[in-house]
Each structure stands twice: as C-alpha cells, then as structure tokens.
C-alpha cells in the first residue's frame, strides 16, 4: 500500500476498466427484450442508480438510530504490552516480561441529549424513506415519458409511411435520423432501469392509461407525498430550535466502570476480578451559564431559519399553485381542440367524396390533422409526466 504499489494497483485498475469497455456493446448489437410497464417498474425500483444511493441514505439513517441504543452497550477491551531491556533483545520472551488485560466499561448518552437523538433519529430516517418515494416517481415519470414518447413517434413514423406522394420526401425524418433517435431511447430506457444488457421494449398497451379528468380532480390539493415532504423540512428546522435550546439545561452523564475483568502482569499477579467493591458507578452534573449569550445567538439564528423556512415553502406552494393552474387550463384547451378535430376527421371520412381531386384533397387534409393530433398528444405528455411525477401513476391515486 506504498512506494510504488500504487502505481502497480492504479495498472490493474486501468486494464480492468480497459476491459470493461471491450466488453461494452453497441445499442444495436444488443438482444431486444419486451417487457410490461409493471417489470420495468420493478426492474427501476431493484437498480435504478438515483433510487439505490437513496437507499444508502435510508440505511445510514437507520443505523442512527440505533446507534442511540448501542451507546449504552458495555465496550469490551484487551490491552497487553511487553517491555525489556536492548541487552536482552536476543533472549527469549518469558512471562515475567509479559502484561495484559480485558476491561468492561459501560456508559451512558447524556441523559438529556437521549430524547431528542431518539426524535430526530427517526426523523432523518422517515424522511430518507420519503426521499427514495420521491426518487422513485421521479424516475417513474421520466421512463413514462419516454415510452409515451417513444409510442408517438412509432405513431408518426407508420403514418409517414403512408403519406401522399408529394408529402413524404419533406416530412420524413430519414433512415439515419431514426436509427439515431432509436439508439438514444434505448439508452434513455436502458439509463431510467439500471439494465445495460439489452434493448428493452416496454410494450406500450401494457401501460397504465392517463384519465385527465381523474388528475384534475387532485389538482386542487397537494399530493401526499408533497405535503409530507414539506411537512419534514419544517419539522427539521423546528427540531434544529430544540437542539439549541438544550444548552440551557443541565448536562447529565453517567457511566459504570469495573476493574479489569482479567489481569496478568509479569507473574506478579493474576486473575479475575469482580469484586463490587471495586466497580465504580460515576454521574457527573454539570452546568454552564450563557453569560456570553452564545446559545442565545444560536437560539435566535435556528428560529430565524425556522421562519425562512416557512417563506420557502409557502413561495414554492404559490409557484406550484400557479404551475397547476396554467397546466389546468393547457389541456382542458387541448383536450377540447382534440375533441373538435376527431370529429372533423369522423365527418370528412363520412362525407363521399364527388371527384378525385377532392378525394385528394380531402386525403390530405385527414393525413395533415392526423399528424397534427399526434404531435400535439406528443407536447401533451409533458404535462402527463408532471401529473404522474407530482400524484404518481393512476393505480396510486387515493380517491
């Protein structure tokens, strides 16, 4: 682990990651895999890098708080030392040189530190487990867009194919810009589940369907986890107020401390020892007063945080508030635009056409709206994908 070992592991390490990249594939050297919406879930949830580092978060968090309680746990130690003179380098070892010892030795947090490290223990890991809820909807959103998207495109593309004859070399994006744009969704897809391994075809009807009016009805309202994830930063900055206002009482300590449980030193002496005579119970109280107010800067700093706070949070409600509004009233306006040109389409379809240039002619017009719809329900699942991202998909609403 020093001198020129590290330059001997930091080779290794570089062939390793040389061989790594030999191995990586190209998108279109890799098997296509179809899967439903609900595997690809899982697959995300299992390794999905944004939700497994939450996840670390979540397991420190919980050691915390346990770490409340292993505290009051007796230590267990062993000491052991041997002296002797440079002369007698060359001798061998014997007992009278030799000396070692185990002890126990029990302690106690500060008694008035223990409930509020109890609290906030638990606090920090409720809210690591929010965190990873909110990941994972995020990463749910985004992977709902994609295939959306990705759905929409493949919509296109068929109709392209089938466009008139004076239409389709201005509008058709070519082989390249396909094969392009196909290689960059399965990346997207391949990124959103933490699977490398394959192409993978999340079939579209296996998706959940977005009910417009079912989301409009939440928009009034927060979403569960939105409201817990504010409710846990006022709680956190609340919680640092209590922390500093502890100064102001008396620290009290504890700890039971036993002679060596085994001794040995050079045959003079030996044993166990477990007498009670010996072992100590030690409390100390002690008490310093803040005669130079420096809690009390601290105290009146964490409240100001605490307001501060709460001016964020109510900010972002307005900013969300106004968020929802304006996306309210875009999809009502597509959804009614939607509505007026599937019934126009219905009735240029039903109408018989009394020429062939207007057969033409209409052929066209149905052609151009048809694309139309679709590049517009395109634009839409932007605003699909905040609805999913800010009350998660339909099997989660709560009504």
Not at 44 to 68: C, F, M, T, Y
Not at 363 to 384: D, F, G, T, W
């Amino acid at each position: 682990m020093c001198s020129c070992s590290v330059k001997r592991h930091l080779a290794r390490a570089q062939a390793r990651v040389e061989g790594m990249y030999t191995e990586t594939q190209n998108w279109d050297s890799l098997p296509v895999r179809s899967i439903t919406w609900n595997q690809a879930v899982s697959l995300l949830v299992k390794h999905n890098v944004g939700v497994l580092e939450v996840e670390d978060q979540i397991r420190q968090a919980q050691r915390e708080s346990l770490s409340v309680y292993t505290e009051m746990v007796p230590g267990l130690s062993y000491y052991g030392y041997i002296t002797r003179s440079l002369s007698q380098l060359t001798d061998a070892v014997n007992s009278d040189e030799m000396s070692h010892s185990v002890n126990v030795t029990f302690g106690m947090p500060a008694l008035t530190q223990v409930p509020y490290r109890v609290y906030s223990a638990k606090v920090r890991t409720i809210a690591a487990i929010k965190a990873r809820e909110g990941r994972c909807r995020e990463a749910v959103s985004r992977l709902y867009k994609l295939v959306r998207e990705r759905e929409i495109e493949m919509k296109i593309r068929e109709l392209e194919s089938r466009a008139p004859d004076d239409l389709k070399t201005s509008e058709r994006m070519g082989v390249r810009g396909e094969k392009d744009a196909d290689g960059q969704y399965w990346r997207d897809v391949a990124r959103q589940i933490g699977r490398n391994d394959a192409r993978w075809n999340i079939l579209p009807e296996s998706m959940p369907h977005i009910q417009w009016s079912e989301y409009e009805k939440r928009l009034d309202r927060l979403s569960e986890l939105v409201v817990c994830q504010y409710a846990m930063r006022l709680e956190q900055a609340r919680m640092a107020q209590y922390n500093v206002a502890l100064n102001y009482l008396p620290t009290i300590n504890t700890s039971i401390y036993s002679p060596s449980l085994f001794s040995s030193s050079g045959g003079i002496y030996q044993g166990a020892f477990l007498n009670m005579d010996d072992t100590r119970i030690n409390l100390s109280i002690s008490y310093t007063a803040d005669t130079k107010l420096y809690h009390w800067y601290n105290y009146k700093q964490s409240k100001d945080r605490y307001e501060r706070e709460k001016m964020k949070v109510v900010d972002e409600m307005i900013e969300h508030r106004a968020r929802v509004q304006s996306m309210r009233a875009s999809m009502n306006e597509y959804y009614n635009w939607r509505g007026f040109m599937l019934k126009h389409i219905n009735y240029l379809n039903s109408k018989p056409a009394s020429t062939a240039d207007e057969y033409i002619s209409r052929s066209k017009s149905v052609y151009s709206m048809r694309k139309e719809l679709l590049e517009q329900e395109k634009n839409a699942i932007e605003s699909e994908a905040a609805m999913v991202l800010e009350y998660g998909m339909p099997d989660e609403l709560v009504h």
